[in-house]
Structures are given as structure tokens and as C-alpha cells.
């Protein structure tokens, strides 16, 4: 079975902080992503990695970062967190195989910043 | 960023009944995908389709691509409380394309 794992199910920061969520991914997966949710909003891209270092950004990146060291992991940095950036935050990956992207998501980290 | 016209982005039903909804686009897409989020979860991978007048069931659940490509409906008969949630639907502009576009999502609701 494939597993995307995220640390946290839940979180409460204050405002300044700088918060950290990890993803992790047991599929040897070649990419992997970061969203956020919002009701009424969607699914927003924040940032992708398709390798190991490498990043993209996304439709939202503002006020965050993010690291790729090991194929398996990608995190997301919240450099100084902010009560706008309350939300739940989706990783995902997926594979490069045949080209097709058929992602698969973590259970979700709700973050509250207060 | 780009994204998919889904609708309706709520049902209220009662259970048994069936339920369709869809995705549409100004764009044509390779692939579109449909998933599921249940409360406090995140969404689950329902239905894969790769080409255009696909129909493909996965039990109660029937989705098909658009001739045209640029849109792509969700079925559910006979609707269960277990299907409440969420349903996305995403499509993938090019093969090879690493990102995905997502629809802003239809929320149901079963009333037993």
C-alpha cells in the first residue's frame, strides 16, 4: 500500500513563529508537493520538488519555504507564521513513471496560528 | 493559477439516490483524475482516466472523459452515508506535466 505520512495531524503556533511540517513518502516517489486548502478555495499549490534539491514554486509560495535533502522527505517551512496562514496543509506525491501523475495524498496537517 | 470549473460545489441527498456532478475546461487535459476527501482526511484517488470517451467504473462510482477533453463527470448510484465528503476533480494538461489542476471541489451531503 502506498503512504504518504505527514507529522502532525494537528498544530497550534503563535504568531512569529517558525513552524515546520515534514512529509514523508515510502513510494520512491520522484515528486512531491505541497498544498494548502481553504473552504470555498480548493486545493492551492504552495511548492513542488520533482528531485532531490530541487523546488519549484507554486501558485502561493509567499511566506513559505521549503527543503528536499532526501528523496522520501520534503518539508515546509513557515519562516514566521502568520494567523492567514491557518489552514490544513496537504502533501502529496507521485511518480514520473510513463509520464502520467496520479498523486497521492497525506492525511493533512491542520495548523492554527494564533 | 489555472483551475477546473467543478460543479455543483454542494448537494444536499437523500440516501439512495444518485448523484452526478462534473468538471469542465477552456483547456484540453492528457489525464483526469477523481478523488474523495472525507472529514479531516486527505483526498484518495478514485477514479484514473487517460483517454478521451473513457468510461470507467469502480464499484457505485462511474466517471468518464470528455470527447471534446476538456471536461470529465463523476457518478454515484444508489448513494450511501459513506460517500459523504468532498470530490475533486484534476486534470493533467500534458503528459509528463508534473503539477495538477484541481476543481474547487463538490461538497456531499446525505441525509439517511
Known amino acids: 500500500d502506498v503512504k504518504v505520512t505527514q507529522s502532525s495531524r494537528y498544530l497550534v503556533k503563535r504568531t512569529g513563529e517558525k513552524v515546520f511540517l515534514e512529509c514523508v513518502q515510502d513510494?520512491?516517489?520522484?515528486?512531491m508537493f505541497w498544498y494548502r486548502q481553504d473552504p470555498g478555495l480548493g486545493l492551492r499549490l504552495i511548492y513542488f520538488?520533482?528531485?532531490?534539491?530541487?523546488?519549484e514554486k507554486g501558485d502561493i509560495p509567499e511566506g513559505y519555504s521549503v527543503s528536499r535533502e532526501k528523496k522520501e522527505r520534503f518539508s515546509l517551512i513557515l519562516e514566521s507564521a502568520s494567523t492567514n496562514q491557518t489552514s490544513m496543509y496537504l502533501c502529496?506525491?507521485?511518480?514520473?513513471?510513463?509520464?502520467?501523475?496520479?498523486?497521492?495524498f497525506g492525511p493533512g496537517t491542520r495548523l492554527t496560528v494564533l | 493559477g489555472q483551475q477546473l470549473n467543478q460543479s455543483p460545489q454542494s448537494m444536499f441527498i437523500q440516501e439512495g439516490e444518485d448523484v452526478s456532478m462534473n468538471c469542465t475546461s477552456s483547456?484540453?487535459?492528457?489525464?483526469w483524475l477523481w478523488y474523495k476527501q472525507d472529514p479531516g482526511e486527505g483526498p484518495v484517488l478514485l477514479i484514473a482516466?487517460?483517454?478521451?470517451?473513457e468510461l470507467t467504473s469502480n464499484g457505485r462510482l462511474t466517471a468518464q472523459f470528455g470527447i471534446t477533453r476538456k471536461d470529465s463527470f463523476l457518478n454515484i448510484s444508489a448513494s450511501i452515508p459513506s460517500d459523504v465528503g468532498i470530490y475533486f476533480c484534476?486534470?493533467?494538461?500534458?503528459?509528463?506535466?508534473?503539477?495538477?489542476?484541481f476543481g474547487q471541489g463538490t461538497r456531499l451531503t446525505i441525509n439517511p
Open positions: 520538488s520533482y528531485d532531490v534539491k530541487m523546488k
Open positions: 502529496a506525491s507521485s511518480s514520473q513513471i510513463d509520464g502520467y501523475n496520479e498523486q497521492f
Open positions: 484534476a486534470g493533467q494538461l500534458y503528459q509528463g506535466a508534473q503539477k495538477l489542476v
Open positions: 513510494m520512491d516517489h520522484e515528486n
Open positions: 483547456s484540453i487535459f492528457n489525464t
Open positions: 482516466l487517460y483517454k478521451a470517451g
